[in-house]
């Protein structure tokens, strides 16, 4: 009686996260923002390292890799350093697009992760939660993506001239981060950069495989950085959480 007891009281365990690794993606020129902007200061700290920041802090990122232009891999570094970001891997160069970027820094990226999550380094204001539910939801479905719906009425023209409005309850804007199986996005971003295709963002690659991509609740507040007007808005957001 005793052993049964023991077999049958005993709790059931919980099975371990699976190990994600973040590819923070910060090799772009900033051309439309004037300057560079993921070096610029939001609040007290440069914008990198509010993402690098916010990424060290979800206990479901276990490793970070940061791609960079080649001018940047000391500055970043020595701000890692400075400011103990200690799930920062490596701080690497990147190539000339985005996709080329992100498939170097899944290279880096240790070979015990099963997920990856790519973030763009010029979205600073992500927050635990969006991080958690697209992180756990790529676990238990192979590919997840942050995602807003649109509030603007969408329309398809062509020579400047209106041909049809979009239905925009079907239309999201999609964010980061994007987690993905390690082996998944591995795979697209190599096919896509061997058949030339151009992508926007890492979702794309993988639908390519015909692999669906499951869409998590995204955040408002969750903005990239890409003009000057962005910057004010990331400012009034940060003040705002910093009083609130």
Not at 90 to 112: W, Y
Not at 215 to 229: H, V, W
Request: a neutral charge; charged letters at 25%.
């Amino acid at each position: 009686m005793p052993l049964f007891k023991g077999l049958f009281g005993r709790k059931k365990e919980t099975p371990p996260a699976p190990r994600c690794a973040a590819v923070v993606v910060a090799a772009g020129s900033g051309q439309r923002m004037g300057q560079d902007k993921i070096m610029m200061k939001l609040g007290e700290d440069p914008v990198i390292l509010h993402t690098i920041r916010a990424l060290e802090r979800s206990p479901l990122i276990s490793e970070i890799v940061v791609v960079t232009r080649e001018d940047l891999i000391v500055p970043i570094s020595q701000l890692c350093r400075d400011f103990a970001m200690t799930k920062v891997r490596k701080v690497v160069a990147g190539g000339e697009t985005r996709a080329k970027s992100v498939r170097l820094g899944t290279l880096e990226v240790s070979r015990e992760a099963e997920l990856i999550a790519i973030h763009d380094g010029a979205r600073p204001l992500v927050s635990q939660e969006v991080i958690r539910q697209t992180v756990e939801t790529a676990a238990a479905k192979g590919a997840a993506a942050p995602a807003v719906p649109l509030s603007d009425t969408i329309k398809s023209a062509r020579g400047g001239v209106v041909e049809r409005t979009l239905d925009r309850t079907a239309l999201f804007a999609v964010q980061t981060p994007q987690v993905f199986e390690a082996g998944l996005i591995k795979a697209a971003l190599q096919k896509a950069l061997e058949e030339n295709v151009p992508i926007t963002d890492d979702c794309s690659a993988v639908e390519r495989l015909g692999m669906s991509v499951v869409l998590t609740q995204g955040e408002r507040e969750n903005i990239k950085l890409t003009t000057p007007a962005d910057l004010i808005m990331a400012r009034a957001i940060l003040e705002e959480r910093e009083t609130s």
